[in-house]
């Protein structure tokens, strides 16, 4: 085991980024025409590093594996961005992001990293504005913020419930401007199935054409993984169907470490699950949190009875109801941070009073809100004496305007009207804080390789503010990897193209191409999905809201015998050289198992509660936090970065210290 | 529920394509078209005899645009205001026939089975689809150019085009008017878009009519099928865009 060292620059944290910049390398506009950079993956992160490489001179060229890189799946970003820009003057500063971010990510990010991404937070929002994305706006014309969880200002910006469309589209206009220019050359339907390594350094990737099939071989002087997060290894997630891991774990398996597997992000306001055929869970807006209000019945008898469908929801009076966020924490109420609104859901329900067939959902209900907003309405309008129906029907309105995509979606797939009646949520695994491990550069520890957005680990710690996703991704892409790589590529001015007929390249597409025709060859009996949902069941069953010493110990053994069942016994119709989605889907299943079994040891191996990570064996057992997430900071205030040995059950782990100069290490209370 | 699916079954781009029928039991309404797909594939493969159907998908909640299927002769199918992945089998009754094929259009050739190509769109977009503002974050302060609310809402109402092509798919002239006068509306609407109007409208236009697009005849049928009810008026505000950039030019 070694201590990894992050290159954070010397000096006070609010002098860092700036000096930095200031004494990196730069690479003159002449010779950056002469360097090529590897994108992969066009999502906020991949997309926006594209366009800014591409227009500071560099010739990019881009993948992804869906038909077009505006499919990435940034897109379904809901809720909005966050930046400190106190337009609200409510006391919000560059500080005060910061603290929250690292507080939020319960004191497990690296704080250079997290005041840097507050910092260029605003620069965001400036660009976007310019770019033409059409953010919500006020009747004065001026940008309109609303509040997200684990804080207490208003700094997140929005595009009614469609941001992360808005800032992708935002970003592959960006990246169009540079394709019409040829700047970037995009390869859609591609798919990355390896790194190339050249005398240790990143040279290239082995790309798969998916409609032709074909294995082609790519170079360049430096590559970027952002290929987004794995909260797919549990199958069933808010990701995307095509969502993987596989670049990520590609370049894990060629030396990059992966940090901090174990914090996945589940987040509490997801439509609950309802049959075995179910593909994926979509998610309901943490912006929703601003004006619903969460509770289940107060009394076992009423669950009963809306079980049975003697009683509707509606009928319970205030009494009945048990509000159970605003009760254990009045200070921050509704909008605590996902991980532990999560936790109070699975509490409730594990006690019984999950109000769907289940037994696992619990109401998020807009009666309130439609009131309150119906009255201030009626006053607005000057009708003093509106009728309770009135009041109803402006106060939907208001929230149609907030929220009508939201509400329109909930009610496609249940087939219920949330305006009418409370919505039924559950918890579902969102996000990844966990990634290719990368120092203050964004590289990773494979020379000339670097990790963007939610592919890399760094700024969220162990649990992930609402609405910081889509600013991390945007900060890595528009205003740090851009600078940050120069400093690299700076040493490559006189290498020249990378050629690609070279033993490197041959030796990786071979080893690729061995790879998918064993799929081909298997004559198995079983279907990818097949393994895929074993795998899913493991992992949320044993490895996720709340993880134990036995479960996890069990849920290694599993995902080893699936692992060599997979191989022995999966199908893959069809051939090679042709779209063939069960070949894609088997390469990446199969690299999710590898992964499951390292999230798995990760999870072991760090026997504390922090953030989205809660031990059993891990928690308060007195005084006014009981029950809370008990956090070790003694043995656990560090990044575990795991290298791949060649077996996936004997990774070995590598620490890097965390240190906190700006902020005091606290238990996070929102009570 | 049990269904007869009549589904496209093509190899490659040059194979000529048949449709094949299916029978698949214990439907349940609560899945989604998608995920009924699913079963149907699951199916195919358990059995071993042909392969599965090949259909993009991604998101699965009707944002990143990708799905797409004709079916019983409508993009994204009879419900209105959804793509096919949130198209629920609810809309359908037991002992249905269902007829599945994919988008069809001269500007979207077909990949294999329901997949279609739209990379068409992504050069109308190359074309003109942007803003030409450097991406270095020093530009003026995001309020200070204040955007009248019902100009920013008209903007992003444009905005939300999920670049699908169901408004060619329905379109008897496989126009992409719609998708085209979507962006071109967004960008004319804002005062940072004003600058590159003229040329981002004749060039985007040029595009659209290189790629093989028919022209607009306005029957509507576009904003009828389109998921996300983008508007006619776009069209309308296109043409007035394009008209002037003709007439007074750079």
Known sequence: MSVLDAKIPEGPIKDKWTNHKNKINLVNPANKRLIDVI???TGLAGGSAAASLAEMGYNVKAFCFQDSPRRAHSIAAQGGINAAKNYQNDGDSVYRLFYDTVKGGDYRSREANVYRLAEVSTNIIDQCVAQGVPFAREYGGLLDNRSFGGVLVSRTFYAKGQT?????????????????KGKIKMYSRHEMLDLVKVDGKARGIIARNTVTGELEKHSAHAVVIASGGYGNVFFLSTNAMGSNVTAAWKIHKKGAYFANPCYTQIHPTCIPRSGDYQSKLTLMSESLRNDGRIWVPKHLKDVEAIKNGTKKPTELSEDERDYYLERRYPAFGNLVPRDVASRAAKERCDAGFGVNETGEAVYLDFASAIERYGKEKATILGEVDASTERIKALGEKVVENKYGNLFQ????????NPYKTPMQIYPAVHYTMGGVWVDYNLMTTIPGCYAAGEANFSDHGANRLGASALMQGLADGYFVLPYTIGDYLAGDIRTGPIP??????????????????????????????????????????KVGMARNEKGLKEAIDEIKEIR????????????????????????????????????????????????????????EEDGPQKGEAKRDDVNYAHVSAWEWTGDPSAPVMHKEKLTFNDIELKQ???K | ?????????????????????????????????????????EQLITEGKEEPIAFDHDCREGICGMCSMHINGEPHGPDRGVTTCQLHMRKFNDGDTIYIEPF??????????????????????????FISVPTSGNTQDANATPVPKADADKAFDAATCIGCGACVASCKNASAMLFVSAKVSQFSLLPQGKVEAKRRVLNMVEQMDKEGFGNCTNTGACSVECPKGISLENIARMNREYLKATISGE
């Open chain 1, 39 to 41: 994108v992969v993956g």
């Open chain 1, 164 to 180: 992360g469309q808005q800032l992708l589209l935002g970003a592959y206009s960006a990246m169009n401007r540079q394709i019409g």
């Open chain 2, 104 to 129: 069809r259009a001269k500007g979207f050739p077909v990949v294999k089975d329901l997949v279609v190509d739209r990379s068409a769109f992504d050069r109308i977009q190359h074309a003109g689809g």
């Open chain 1, 668 to 670: 996070r209370s929102y």
């Open chain 2, 1 to 41: 529920m049990k269904l007869t699916l009549k589904i496209w079954r093509q190899k490659n781009a040059t194979d000529k394509g048949a449709i094949k029928t299916y029978t698949l039991d214990n439907v349940s309404e609560h899945m989604s078209f998608l995920e009924m797909m699913d079963v149907l594939n």
């Open chain 1, 500 to 541: 690609t007929d070279t033993p490197e390249f041959d030796d990786a597409l071979n080893d690729v191409k061995a790879r998918l025709e064993k799929f081909i060859n298997n004559n198995g009996t079983k279907s990818v999905d097949s393994f895929h949902k074993r795998l899913g069941k493991v992992m949320w069953n």
């Open chain 1, 564 to 619: 060599e069942e997979f191989h022995r016994d999966v199908y893959v119709p069809g051939d090679m050289y042709n779209l063939n989605p069960e070949l894609e889907k088997a390469s990446r299943v199969s690299d999710f198992i590898e992964l499951g079994e390292l999230f798995a040891n990760d999870a072991l191996e760090r026997m504390e509660s922090c953030g989205g990570h809660f031990r059993e064996e891990s928690a």
């Open chain 1, 409 to 416: 979606m909930y009610e496609k797939i249940t087939d219920e």
